[in-house]
């Protein structure tokens, strides 16, 4: 069993699925020779070739585009685009016709389209590069939305998501693509698209996916040293989104955080506190907490640490749901 980085997981989960599968292809700007911008196409294009491996133009929505086509037609097409900020040149693909085409045609066809976005901010990239769109996705019928948080997550998710038969945006945090390596297993495994616990505790739940899940884990290790025992919930899909798992734990404890680094106002963040208050009101001790970003647009690199949700903001909030 190999230590492996997010990347070199995904990249090792392409391998494996086009390996056992000849339906399976990649596509999008610099996948083939150039291995990707982050290299996580690296050596596809010598393994199975430029009939799989296919380099486009800089058009997002012809990828997308095409990727649709392709998939109706039978294959399973995994799409890359290069950042989560260039994705607004898909959104006409995405939106009215990816996640339509079930309904449409009153199931007589499929879509089993995955769209590969390396998302999130921490990276000190450009204007564009760094955003945290997940919402726009979640709120679209039809399209399915998962977001790794370790290594292994990362292979196991997305071989379940090219097995799927609906479209999935796969949104990879570029900020822990290479920061952390853990135990992936050789053979390929699919993990189901449902949330997990990675943190038992009782005094509190902590929600978080992506990135955020280790600034959540941090935060609550902080509180840890305070004698706060937090339960920590990786979402892992943001949609479909598991709420008997964020309530089976809200429940359990009485109150809840959820850290999320996209913008505050109308983030996922909001649908699950709804959701909390509709199915667990009587439960809770205290008001549901958001740790978020701002209601900016995300900042060059010199301010994005301001932007961006740590420790220290998780661990006040625990302290006010723990006041209350």
Known sequence: MAKLTVVEAINQALKQAMASDDRVLVLGEDV?????????????????????????????????????????????????????????????????????????????????????????????????????????????????????????????????????????????????????????????????????????????????WGAMLHVALEGARLMADRGVSCEVLDLRTLSPLDTDAIIESVKKTNRAVIVHEAQRSCGVAAEIAARINEKALLDLEAPVERVTGFDVVMPLPKLEQRFLPDARRVADAIDRVMSA
């Open 32 to 208: 083939g020779k150039n291995g990707g911008v982050f290299r996580a196409t690296q050596g596809l294009l010598d393994l199975f070739g430029e009939n799989r491996v296919v380099d486009t133009p800089l058009s997002e929505s012809a990828i997308i585009g095409a990727s649709i086509g392709l998939a109706v037609y039978g294959l399973r097409p995994i799409a890359e685009l290069q950042f989560e900020g260039f994705a607004f040149g898909a959104m006409e693909q995405l939106v009215a016709h990816a996640s339509r085409i079930r309904n449409r045609s009153r199931g007589r066809y499929q879509c089993p389209l995955v769209v590969r976005i390396p998302y999130g901010g921490g990276i000190h990239a450009p204007e564009h590069h760094s955003e945290s769109n997940e919402a726009y996705f979640v709120h679209t019928p039809g399209l399915k939305v998962v977001v790794p948080s370790t290594p292994y997550e990362a292979k196991g998710l997305l071989l379940a998501a090219i097995r799927d038969p609906d479209p999935v945006i796969f949104m990879e945090p570029k900020k822990i693509y290479r920061s952390m390596r853990e135990d992936v297993p050789e053979e390929e495994y699919v993990i189901p698209l449902e949330a997990r616990v990675a943190m038992e505790g009782n005094n509190g739940t902590l929600i978080a």
